[in-house]
């Protein structure tokens, strides 16, 4: 029997609510310690699933009352862990629901650990692991188009075809176990171009979700996308004008951004993580030189680079410099020409694109927004995430299900291979239960105690 535990389940500070959650067969008994009803008689005819107003006091005496809050209990199975559950809502006042979380665990309740709620309701068969860890990403996601990436998972769309998958391999498996102990009886058995068909369209599955992992992947983790130039072009102003907002300091001084700043951006549903960096140049100075070294760094992991000239300056060689070394990191470039606000103006798109034929150039002013719808539209269109539409298919977007893919893929191409060959039948159940295996990895149904400590320890305290 699981002990009960509780935490705060909502974000700490100040809030209209907060709520303390508990999970464990002594919720209910916790909670009638603690709580006076208003309607006591309501409150004696109890119904799961119902909330109660009341007062939350600080032990079973009952004579210090903390706060006026709703509560309400689940009875297991139907809660969100599997296990009886209760909420208590009150005031979300940061020193309110701590006292609330404090006069609970005063009755023998442990503090839950990272997760430990979700790590329940997965151990309860509330949800596999996929859509346990789908939860984790819909907390984090930073745009429109991760949250329902997320959702998509979480309603289990990525579960239910890994189960279909999944069958598929039992039904084959168990043919090819009957083909091997009973080779004498009349057996039904599936023929090598049936089994073939069969891991072909598994392996056709497969591999349309590898294919979009990496769209996945930039949903989830947003598109790196680092702003690159000399000294002085307005890459900082850049910033700020994508975000609306003054986030980098911006002065006539070449070098004063010195440090990578990064920002996450929803552009159009498109979650990127904005990195201003500092200013390219041969350089003496300590700190800039460190800086620099640090651009190069981030461009190495960088999905999208926007290369910032200045077009009252021209090229210099130090734009060449930048430019070389946005080659050098092989990352998808777009030249941005910003300070189009200027006169002269000595650089514009078309002389570029003549003389650079592969760069795609654009031309903008950080001051006055010019170009700057373009802009995004341009960098949304790169990244090829330009129209994120769900047609009901999940996205893969964690490198643990792409590494269980990629094992069942092998597995299924083995298996083909051993059909070529005409192997016996227990050369293929050794493919299949591999695949099988695999794909258990994704849903939880074939991980070991290690891999969920390491995949709860990334949630938060409550969740
Ligand atoms: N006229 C005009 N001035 C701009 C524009 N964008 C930036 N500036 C000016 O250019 C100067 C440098 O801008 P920053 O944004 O600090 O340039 P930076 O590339 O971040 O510079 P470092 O951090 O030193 O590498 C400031 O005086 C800005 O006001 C623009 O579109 N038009
Ligand atoms: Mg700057």
């Known amino acids: 029997m699981e002990d009960t535990i509780a935490a705060i389940g909502t974000a700490l500070g100040e809030g209209g609510i907060g709520i303390v959650r508990i999970s464990g067969p002594e919720s209910r008994q916790v909670v009638e310690n603690l709580f006076i009803p208003n309607n006591p008689e309501n409150w004696r005819r109890w119904q799961s699933h119902r909330l109660y107003l009341g007062h939350f006091c600080e032990d079973s005496r009952k004579q210090k009352i903390i706060d006026q809050v709703l509560v309400v209990t689940m009875k297991g199975p139907h809660s969100y862990t599997g296990e009886d559950m209760a909420e208590i809502h009150c005031h979300g006042g940061y020193l309110v629901v701590r006292a609330v979380l404090e006069a609970v665990l005063s009755q023998g309740v442990r503090l839950a650990q990272p997760g430990e709620f979700t790590r329940r309701a997965f151990l309860n068969g509330k949800l596999d692991l996929a859509q346990a860890e789908a939860t984790i990403d819909l907390i984090r996601s930073k745009s429109r188009a991760g949250l329902t990436a997320a959702v998509n998972i979480l309603d289990g769309k990525l579960s239910q075809l890994i189960e279909r998958c999944q069958e598929e391999l039992l039904r084959m498996i168990a043919y090819c176990e009957a083909a091997i102990d009973f080779p004498e009886d009349e057996i039904e058995v599936l023929e090598p171009e049936e089994i073939k068909s069969v891991v072909n369209h598994l392996i056709g599955k497969i591999e349309k979700l590898l294919a979009d992992y990496d769209k996945g992947r930039l949903l989830r983790d947003g598109v790196k996308t680092v702003i690159l130039g000399k000294p002085n072009v307005g890459k900082s102003s850049l910033l700020n004008a994508l975000l609306g907002r003054e986030r980098a300091i911006v002065t006539e001084i070449p070098g004063t951004t010195r440090d990578l700043i990064e920002e996450p951006l929803d552009l159009g549903g498109v979650p990127l993580r904005l990195i201003d960096t500092a200013g390219i140049r041969p350089t003496e100075d300590l700190v800039e030189k460190i800086g620099v070294e640090r651009t190069k760094a981030v461009l190495k992991e960088a ?44 650089i514009n798109k078309e002389q570029l694109e003549a003389s650079f034929p592969d760069l795609t150039v654009l031309e903008i002013s950080a001051l006055s927004g010019y170009g700057l719808p373009e802009l995004e539209e341009k960098v949304r269109s790169m990244v090829g995430l330009g129209e994120v539409r769900f ?28 059909l070529e060959a005409g192997l016996p ?33 990334e949630f938060c305290i409550g969740k």
């Open 391 to 418: 047609d009901g298919e999940p996205l893969v977007t964690r490198l643990r299900h792409r590494q269980a893919l990629l094992k069942a893929l092998d597995h299924l191409q083995q298996l083909l291979g051993s």
């Open 425 to 457: 039948e227990d050369f293929l159940t050794i493919d299949l239960r591999g695949a099988w295996e695999a794909l258990g990895e994704i849903n939880g149904k074939t991980v070991g105690e290690d891999v969920l400590d390491k995949i709860f320890a």
């Open 303 to 346: 999905d999208l680079a926007l290369l910032v000239l200045d077009a009252a300056t021209g090229v210099t060689d130090n734009d060449r410099l930048v430019l070389q070394l946005a080659r050098e990191a092989a990352v998808p470039l777009l030249v941005v020409i910003n300070k189009m606000d200027l006169e002269p103006v000595l």
